[in-house]
């Protein structure tokens, strides 16, 4: 009977330890919200990298797009800038 009294106190400490220490980790000092909050966490990390991969496809989008106006504003400027054959035109008949 002192043996198990012995190991049920020596059981008893170390979960006083460990809520100590998720106490200190934490800030957390109800035991119920220590529950919840455990027993959350899975549903929290599944919306978590439902964000991530809704993060990277809008990333992904937003570079495509940023690429294509890129290419669209260089054919643009390619387009507005005169060819070597209208300046050299342009030149010759300010000469007569």
Known sequence: MKKKMEKEMKNSAVINDAFKDIKTATGVTDVGEMVKKFLTREQTYSQL??????SDQKFDRLQKDND??????NEINVG????????????AASKF
């Open 49 to 54: 990298l439902v964000n991530v991969s809704e």
């Open 68 to 73: 294509e106006l890129s290419l669209r504003l």
């Open 80 to 91: 507005t800038q005169p060819s070597a054959n209208a300046t050299d035109v342009d030149a």
